[in-house]
């Protein structure tokens, strides 16, 4: 599955250092004017919590298709993350740079990277977690990795890895599109429930996604399966 790699040149190409600062015990303090006083009140700023339904399954197939695919989402999800963090990087390195000749060699540079450290693990990934890898890098990037891949190579190329990825049944060009796909909507059903629950670090969608609305129509609206 080598074509994957090219789907993720955008991963990072440096590392860099941390400085790990001490934190002073501290407490934020903001203050109501009440009839000219000034009242001081601690500030505690909450992260978002989204209500989430409780999950329930029709039969036990459907309960154990999500975990399995609960198991490769969470699995590929950080590729995907990466993937836009390294989009943004990469545009604004490019955007700084003048000659083609630069841009050339500064993106050679990145997919040498790619192919010494990271295609062993691509190589790993099974033909269902490389198509929903390919959905989520669309949910992240807000385009398809084919357009990707496109834009940092050349259209042929492409074409040849859309191709190549037909053969495995992974398609470049999907989008991920949760109010249309059942699967897809389920996907950003495990997502929400791992973003709450910290074991996957939250990044925003480049996509408008309404989880709210989305479940309505999946969950609530859905219509009863017959016995």
Known sequence: MNYL???LLLLPVLAFSQVNEVEQDS???????VEGDSIPKTAIDLDEVMLLHKLKFDSKKDRIRYLILRRKTIKVYPYAKM????????TTHLAKLTKKREKKRYTKKVQKYIEGEFSDELKKLTRTEGQILVKLIHRQTGRTAFDLVKELRNGWRAFWYNTTANVFDIKLKKEFDPWNDKEDYLIEDILQRNFQSG???RQKSKLEIDFYKLTDKWVYNAPKTEQ
Request: charged letters at 35%; hydrophobic letters at 45%.
């Open 199 to 201: 074991r996957l670090e």
């Open 27 to 33: 407490t934020d303090v903001t203050y109501i004017i």
């Open 5 to 7: 790699k090219y789907i």
């Open 83 to 90: 993937a836009a963090e390294r989009l943004d990087s990469l």
